[in-house]
C-alpha cells in the first residue's frame, strides 16, 4: 500500500541542519511538493521530530534457532514501534551465518519483515576464532557486514588477516573488543558495586586493550575498524585518538551503556545483565558526552532477546542481554539533550557506515528513500516489557520514564506505524 | 525486617538488639526440655543448595528450639548446575505456605532474588562471595563476650577476603558496631575496590599483628593456588597463616576467630586451634543462639523468652498446660 503521504507541520532533523517544515512521500521515494497528487494522504506532525528512519547495527533477532525467543518478524515489529527501518540482524543465530547459503536463507526469513533487514555475517566458521568465513562469498550474497559479535576476534594474527582480506570486498568489519582471558568469566564491571556485591568484576581494561590492539591493527592494514557496543572511557579515548590520527575506525554503544550504571544492578536485576557489562557512572556520561561530541559515531540497541527462562536464575547464570529496539530512542532522547545528535548517533551515521548512503544522500530531501520517523518529543512513556512488541520481555529499562513516542514510521514509503499504533 | 538478605540492611541498634535478645535464647538450650513454643505452627524451609552441614544443622536446631516445624528441601548437587529456574523453585516452595525460607546457594544475590517471588521471610544462610549475615551475627556475638563493647576496637580480618562472604559481612557487622577493621592479604586476595571499603589494608601480616584486639581468619580455598592468587600454600602459610609465632605476637588475650572449617597448616598452624585464646568452638555453639534470636525476630511476636525462666515457674506450668 505504497501511496502518496504528506508529513505536515513537524520539525525537520536531517545531515541539512534542523527547520521546519512538511515531508513529502511517493513511490517509495521522498519528493517535492509539486509532484504531489492531491488525493496524498496527510500525517500530522504538529510539535513532532521528524527524521531519515532509524537504522540499528546491533540487533539479536533470534530466527534461526531462538524462535521462542524472538523472529525475525515480530523484531521487526518491535523495530518500526521503536523508529527504526533498517535493522542489522547478528550471525550469532542458528545456524551461523558463516556461508551465503544460510545469508540468503535469513533473507528470505527478512522478505516477511516490517523493515529492512541487513544480513551480517560471521567472520569466522562458527564464529570460534579459528578459520576464515568466506567473506568474498558473503559479500556478493549482499551481506555489507561482518562480526564475531559476542566472542570477538581474540587473535591478533587472525584479526589482521581479516582486516587485509577484507579490504577490497568493502565489507565493514565489526569487532567486539574485550579479552576473554582478562576478563576471567566475570558478570559485571570490575569496581566499587562488583567488590560490594560479590559478583566476579571484568576490569574496563579488558575492553581497552584489545581496542588499542586493534587500532594499531588498523594502522598496519590500513584497513576499516568498527568497534562494537564500546562501554568504557578509555575505550571512546582511544578511538577518538585513532579517528584525529587519520584512522578509518569507528565505534557504537548501546543504549543500556548510556542510561545504566553498575550500581543498577544492586538487586540483582538479570535483565541488566548485558556483555559488555554496564560500567561506572563516569563511563556513562562519557559516553553521552561522546556522543554529543560525535566521538562515537552510533547507538545501538544491542537488542538480544532472552526467554523468561533464561533470565529466572542467579545472576552469574543468566543469559546476558537486553530486549532494547522499541527504546533505544527514548533512551537517546531522554540522555542527550540534543535531538540533532540523537538522531545522528541513530540514524544518518549508523547508515553512512553501513554503505546506505552518505547523510546528504540518505535525508528529508526530495530524492531520499522514503524511510522516515516521525517521532512526539514531549511525550513521555513509562517502560512496560509486557506491552512490547518484542516476543521477549526482558527489559534492563522495564519501568524507566523515557522520553518520546513514536508516531510514525515509514519503511519505503508505506506507514508501518501511524498514531503510534503498528500496522497489522 | 522482613527478610535478613545483608548485613548491610542493618544497622548498629539492630545488629545490638540481636546481641541483646540472644542470651535469654542460650538459657533456652540449658533447660531440661530445651523448647520455648515461639514459633509453634510455623513453617522454616531449609534450602542449601550448596553443601553446609554445620549451617543446616545450626538452623536446623535453632527453628526446632523454638517449636517451629522444619523441612529440608534436598537440592541434589548434581542438579545446582546451570539451569535451574530460581522462581520455580519459589513457586514450588510458595504453594506449600512455608512461613521462611533459610536458603544457601552458591552464587551471590539468590536470597535477594527469591523475595521477588516468595511471601515467606528468606534468610540468607550465605550466598556466592557475597554475605553471610548470621555467621556475622554470630562472631559479633562471641567478639562481645570476649571484648565486651566493639566501639573503638581494632579487629584484623585475615586471608581470601576477595571471594569471602564471611569477609564482606564481618566488615559491615563490626564497623555498624563502631570497631575499626584492617584487612590482612596479598593484593591479589583483596577485592577491586577496597578503598570505598571502612577499612585499612595492611598487606604485612607481623606488622598487622602488633597492635589488634581480635584476628579473624578466613579459609583458605586449595584452588587459589591453581589460578595464580597465591604461589602456593606453603608460602602462604609462612607470610599469612596464624603460626605459633603469629600468636604469641598478638598476645594471649586477643581472641582468634575462624568461621570454620579450619585448614590445620595452612591459614592456622597445627597447634594454634589448641591455645585458649582460639573461639571456635564458642562460634559453633553460639551459632544456635543467635539463629534463634533471628528467627525469633524474623517470624516471631510477643517479647522473648525471659531470663532466668527458672525464677517463674508457674509461667512454664501455664505454658505447658496449654500446649497439651
Not at chain 1, 577490497?168 to 564491571?189: F, K, T, V, Y
Request: glycine residues 8%; aromatic residues 4%; contains cysteine.
Amino acid at each position: 500500500m505504497t501511496g502518496a503521504w504528506s508529513i505536515r507541520g513537524g520539525t525537520l532533523i536531517d545531515a541539512h541542519g534542523t527547520r521546519s517544515g512538511d515531508v513529502h512521500v511517493r513511490d517509495r521515494r521522498i519528493v517535492g511538493a509539486d509532484d504531489m497528487p492531491a488525493s496524498a494522504t496527510e500525517i500530522d506532525a504538529t510539535d513532532c521530530l521528524v527524521s531519515t528512519g532509524l537504522v540499528d547495527l546491533h540487533a539479536h533477532l533470534g530466527e534461526p534457532g531462538n524462535e521462542p525467543a524472538e523472529t525475525i518478524v515480530s523484531g521487526s515489529r518491535a523495530a518500526v514501534a521503536g523508529g527504526f527501518t533498517t535493522v542489522v540482524a547478528m550471525p550469532d543465530v542458528m545456524p551461523c551465518v558463516d556461508t551465503a547459503a544460510v545469508a540468503r536463507h535469513v533473507d528470505v526469513l527478512a522478505g516477511s519483515a516490517l523493515c529492512h533487514i541487513e544480513v551480517a555475517g560471521a567472520i569466522t566458521v562458527g564464529r570460534s576464532g579459528v578459520h576464515l568465513a568466506p567473506l568474498g562469498e558473503l559479500a556478493d550474497a549482499g551481506v555489507r557486514y561482518v562480526t564475531d559479535c559476542g566472542t570477538g576476534v581474540q587473535n591478533p594474527l587472525l584479526f589482521r588477516r581479516v582486516l587485509e582480506y577484507a579490504r577490497p570486498l568493502g565489507l565493514l568489519i565489526g569487532q567486539a573488543a574485550r579479552s576473554d582471558e582478562l576478563a576471567d568469566n566475570a558478570h559485571m564491571h570490575e569496581g566499587e558495586w562488583s567488590s560490594r556485591l560479590g559478583l566476579a568484576g571484568e576490569p574496563a581494561e579488558a575492553e581497552e586493550i584489545v581496542v588499542m590492539r586493534d587500532v594499531s591493527l588498523a594502522r598496519l592494514t590500513r584497513a576499516r575498524v568498527h568497534f562494537q557496543t564500546l562501554s568504557t572511557a578509555g575505550a571512546f579515548a582511544i578511538v577518538n585518538a585513532a579517528r584525529r590520527s587519520g584512522l578509518a575506525v569507528s565505534a557504537e554503544v548501546s543504549a543500556a551503556h548510556i542510561s545504566l550504571a553498575d550500581a543498577d544492578l544492586a538487586t540483582y536485576d538479570t535483565n541488566r545483565k548485558v556483555t559488555p557489562p554496564l560500567r561506572s557512572e563516569s563511563d556513562v556520561n562519557a559516553a553521552c558526552n561522546s556522543l554529543l561530541a560525535g566521538a562515537i559515531d552510533a547507538i545501538v540497541t544491542d537488542h538480544t532477546p532472552c526467554t523468561r527462562d533464561r533470565k529466572e536464575r542467579p545472576f552469574d547464570q543468566a543469559d546476558p542481554g537486553t530486549i532494547g529496539l522499541e527504546t533505544a530512542l527514548g533512551v537517546a532522547l531522554t540522555r542527550l539533550d540534543d535531538p540533532a545528535a540523537a538522531f545522528r548517533a541513530l540514524s544518518w551515521r549508523p547508515a553512512e557506515l553501513l554503505g546506505l548512503g552518505s547523510p546528504k544522500e540518505r535525508s528529508l530531501m526530495p530524492g531520499s528513500p522514503a524511510d522516515i520517523v516521525v517521532v512526539d518529543p514531549n511525550q513521555n512513556v513509562r517502560v512496560a516489557a509486557a506491552t512490547m512488541h518484542s516476543l521477549a520481555r526482558n527489559s534492563a529499562f522495564e519501568g524507566m520514564e523515557l522520553r518520546g513516542q513514536v508516531r510514525a514510521t515509514l519503511v519505503a514509503g508505506d506507514p508501518k506505524v501511524r498514531d503510534g499504533q503498528v500496522m497489522k | 525486617m522482613n527478610h535478613l538478605l545483608s548485613i548491610d540492611d542493618l544497622t548498629g541498634d539492630d545488629i545490638r538488639e540481636v546481641l541483646r535478645i540472644t542470651p535469654s535464647f542460650a538459657e533456652v538450650a540449658q533447660r531440661r526440655i530445651a523448647k520455648v513454643p515461639a514459633l509453634r505452627g510455623q513453617t522454616v524451609a531449609l534450602l542449601f543448595y550448596e553443601d553446609s552441614t554445620r549451617t543446616r544443622l545450626s538452623f536446623e536446631v535453632a527453628a526446632k528450639r523454638l517449636s517451629a516445624d522444619t523441612l529440608n528441601v534436598s537440592v541434589s548437587s548434581s542438579s545446582v548446575n546451570k539451569g535451574e529456574s530460581l522462581r520455580d523453585t519459589a513457586e514450588t516452595i510458595e504453594a506449600m505456605g512455608i512461613d521462611a525460607v533459610v536458603v544457601r546457594h552458591r552464587s551471590s544475590g539468590v536470597p535477594l532474588q527469591l523475595t521477588r517471588w516468595l511471601d515467606a521471610a528468606v534468610l540468607n544462610a550465605g550466598d556466592g562471595w557475597h554475605q553471610h549475615p548470621t555467621q556475622a551475627l554470630i562472631d559479633c556475638h562471641t567478639l562481645h563476650q570476649q571484648l565486651g563493647d566493639l566501639s573503638g576496637s581494632r579487629i584484623a580480618i585475615v586471608g581470601d577476603i576477595k571471594h569471602s562472604r564471611v569477609a564482606r559481612s564481618n566488615v559491615a557487622a563490626f564497623t555498624k558496631l563502631g570497631a575499626s577493621v584492617v584487612l590482612v592479604a596479598p593484593p591479589t586476595l583483596l577485592p577491586a575496590a577496597v578503598s570505598t571499603w571502612p577499612v585499612t589494608v595492611e598487606t604485612n601480616m607481623d606488622a598487622a599483628m602488633a597492635s589488634v584486639d581480635a584476628v579473624y581468619l578466613l579459609r583458605m580455598q586449595r584452588e587459589r593456588q591453581n589460578s595464580a592468587f597465591v604461589p602456593d600454600l606453603r608460602e602462604y602459610a609462612i607470610r599469612y597463616g596464624m603460626t605459633s609465632a603469629r600468636a604469641a605476637l598478638v598476645g594471649p588475650d586477643v581472641p582468634i576467630l575462624h568461621p570454620g572449617p579450619m585448614n590445620r597448616g595452612v591459614e592456622i598452624a597445627a597447634a594454634v586451634p589448641d591455645l585458649d585464646q582460639v573461639v571456635v568452638i564458642d562460634q559453633v555453639r553460639n551459632g544456635v543462639a543467635v539463629r534463634m534470636a533471628v528467627l525469633f525476630l524474623l517470624l516471631g511476636s510477643g517479647p522473648p523468652p525471659e531470663l532466668p525462666i527458672a525464677s517463674d515457674p508457674s509461667s512454664e506450668a501455664a505454658t505447658s498446660a496449654t500446649s497439651t
